[in-house]
């Protein structure tokens, strides 16, 4: 691996994996620092919260260099499958709110006839993220004692801070885990061709909103050292 792009949304999100890079990469949302990691040369950033802040950083560091692979990590919310605490690593991204509200109910944007991108392929609302890469990661992640799920992610505008909020949102994609980024950070990585994988750490189950059963701390602790353990694997 030549460059390793490492990709989180806020400083709390990375306090746990800063530290390791040298040297300590910049805070600040959007500036790019060039390190490394267990030997590995890396390229880190904040993105910022939401698919356009992200889609805007990703795009300047994809500009400048093109990394080899690009890993965005971060905390989630669960739909069911996974627990707090556990960590997820992502087999697709998707949309989850682009499309078309019809009499009949919400419909994807392949309804409309318009990807959303269109390269070799035609990209509506689901991005596939690279199968290698994310099954070293969840072989990783294992072997150092972590509960993993893998499966589909969605990206939103909106948290679901329902029950029955998260349940549409999840039955469109089958989901596993919510995010405020993922998808736009998977649009920018296909039309540079990079390839990308996601992993988070789940914060809380998506249920009527309670923040007494919300973990961070331990969200952020897991999700760090599955990204660590497989940037030391690349």
């Known amino acids: 691996m030549n460059n390793i792009a490492l990709i989180a949304p806020t400083q709390v999100e990375s306090r746990e994996l800063r530290p390791g890079i040298e040297p300590l990469p910049d805070g600040d949302v959007g500036v790019i620092s060039k390190g490394s990691l267990h030997g590995r040369p890396i390229l880190f ?8 802040n992200a889609a805007h950083s990703v795009t300047l560091l994809l500009e400048d260099t093109k990394p080899d692979i690009l890993i965005l990590f971060g905390i989630g919310g669960a739909y069911a ?8 690593i992502a087999v697709s991204e998707n949309y ?12 994807p944007m392949e309804f409309t006839g318009f990807p959303l991108l269109k390269t ?16 070293l990661a969840i072989k990783a992640s294992k072997d150092i004692g972590l509960k993993v799920q893998s499966g589909n992610f969605i990206t939103v505008s909106q948290c679901s801070g329902t029950r029955k909020t998260g349940e549409i949102i999840r039955e469109r994609f089958n989901g596993i885990c919510e995010n405020m980024e993922g998808a736009a ?3 920018i990585c296909a039309k540079y061709a990079v390839p990308m994988i996601e992993i988070r750490g789940i914060s ?10 919300w ?11 599955a990204v660590n353990e ?5």
């Open 230 to 234: 497989l940037v030391r694997r690349l």
């Open 120 to 135: 070799d392929m035609e990209y509506f609302n689901t991005f596939a993220m690279d199968k290698k890469l994310s099954q």
């Open 45 to 52: 950033s904040h993105c910022g919260i939401g698919k356009v």
């Open 204 to 213: 809380n189950i998506i249920e009527d909103r309670d923040f007494k059963k």
């Open 81 to 88: 499958k996974a627990g707090v605490g556990d960590v997820v």
């Open 185 to 187: 950070v998977a649009h």
């Open 96 to 107: 989850g709110e682009e499309g078309v509200m019809t009499p009949d109910g919400w419909k």
């Open 215 to 225: 973990n961070i701390p331990l969200a952020v602790s897991n999700c760090s050292k």
